[in-house]
């Protein structure tokens, strides 16, 4: 599977209905989509889409990724959109809102609020000082080295360039020179790094995480890099393919022992349509006890069919991102469940480029459509795993 890189020619008509959003570093109703740059092979795929907001005054209250609620009910999201819920929804760095004053954005870290001045002009510079003590990072100065034009997904956009320079009781910390901020006038944050860097204790030397922006969503056009699709996950299964897996289960109880088995699945018909892939295969079945001579075979005939309905929206989802569902592989009861992708990474150590995908219910947030609460169910959800070159490999609690 490789990166498919697409730029309809229709990029200049997004490119004017975003001017009029003049460097706001998340434009309204856009989801950005970044590629994180923290390890060599294993790229992160983070989203962000300002998609709710609350007025404060003269200033508003920005939350990100919040459309489920949107999706699940009308009144509920009108109940959501009212109050702090969303909370319940953070992206992996922790920023789930930040707030938009007359000249500067506000982002909470802990105590300490990181301001950004995206009307900045060339040379201004301000500082991000800890208002408690720390032993990192207790200050950070930012400035506006860079006014011009750059390319952007294809296009030709006016770009500011922010050097960030922080400080450990009084001396400088030489890592964070090989970073900056890039704001796009119509695009918003092309490259930057997580705020939660650049104050407190969450900095640690070679962990600071780069993300470029690689995708664009904005009124039903797409630019830039493209999610794999069902086909991509799925359609690779064909008759003869042999699969096999393990499976243990540990007892709550610690008195009772360990309980397993092995399965090979050799796939004897494989019937694609657009909504679904069924396999048919002839499965040998190995159970055992961990500890005891007491091992059974098995050997029959079963099918199993993916649906795409039930996988479809987990494919656009970034890491830490929750969609609401129900699915075979990740179980959840009452309403709607909340499944979550834990991780979505981009793997290009081999000759192919991989997708990764880890999807849970472990969390067993449910939303009830009836009260609009949110709610947690004990003892539920699963996860499974899936990549672009073997399907589904993992799935179980």
């Known amino acids: 599977m490789n990166f498919r890189f697409i730029l309809p020619a229709l990029l200049l008509i997004f490119t004017t209905q975003a001017v009029a959003q003049n460097w706001n570093i998340f434009p309204a109703y856009q989801r950005n989509v970044y590629i994180s740059t923290e390890k060599n092979d294993a790229h992160y795929v983070y989203a962000y889409r300002a998609d709710s907001f609350l007025t404060a005054g003269t200033d508003s209250i920005i939350f990100f990724n919040q459309k489920p609620f949107d999706e699940s009910d009308p009144y509920c999201y009108s109940h959501f959109e009212s109050n702090y819920d969303f909370n319940l929804y953070r992206d992996p760095f922790y920023m789930d809102?930040?707030?938009?004053?007359?000249?500067?954005?506000?982002?909470n870290i802990g105590e300490t609020t990181v301001s950004f001045f995206h009307l900045a002009t060339l040379n201004q510079s301000w500082k991000v000082k800890s208002s408690t003590p720390v032993i990192l990072v207790d200050s950070t100065i930012i400035q506006c080295t860079f006014v011009g034009e750059e390319e952007v997904l294809g296009t030709t956009d006016s770009i500011k360039i922010f050097s960030i320079t922080a400080y450990n009781d009084g001396q400088v910390i030489p890592e964070f020179s090989a970073y900056q901020y890039?704001?796009?006038?119509?695009?918003g944050l092309t490259e930057f790094v997580p705020f939660r860097y650049l104050i407190g204790n969450d900095y640690s030397p070679g962990g600071i995480t780069k993300l470029l922006l690689q995708r664009v969503e904005i009124d039903g056009q797409v630019y830039g890099f493209s999610f794999p699709s069902f086909e991509d996950y799925f359609s690779q299964y064909t008759p003869g393919d042999v699969q096999t897996w393990s499976r243990i289960k540990d007892w709550w109880d610690f008195m009772e022992p360990a309980t397993g088995a092995f399965y090979k699945d050799s796939f004897v018909n494989v019937t694609q349509t657009y909504d679904s892939i069924c396999i048919c295969f002839h499965r040998w079945q190995k159970d055992f006890t961990v500890g005891l001579s007491d091992t059974v075979y098995k050997e029959y005939n079963t099918s199993r069919c993916i649906l795409r309905y039930q996988f479809e929206p987990l494919l656009q989802?970034?890491?830490?991102q929750y969609t609401f569902g129900i699915n075979d592989y990740a179980e959840v009861w009452q309403t709607a469940g909340a499944l979550q992708a834990y991780e979505v990474r981009i793997d290009s150590s081999g000759p192919e480029v991989n997708f990764f995908v880890t999807v849970s219910s472990g969390d067993a947030y449910y939303l009830d459509t009836l009260t609009c609460e949110v709610g947690i169910i004990a003892d539920a959800g699963a996860t499974f795993k899936m990549n672009t070159s073997d399907g589904i490999y993992f799935y179980g609690h």
């Open 97 to 107: 809102s930040i707030l938009l004053a007359e000249d500067h954005y506000e982002i």
């Open 317 to 320: 989802l970034a890491s830490g």
């Open 182 to 187: 890039k704001l796009s006038r119509s695009f």
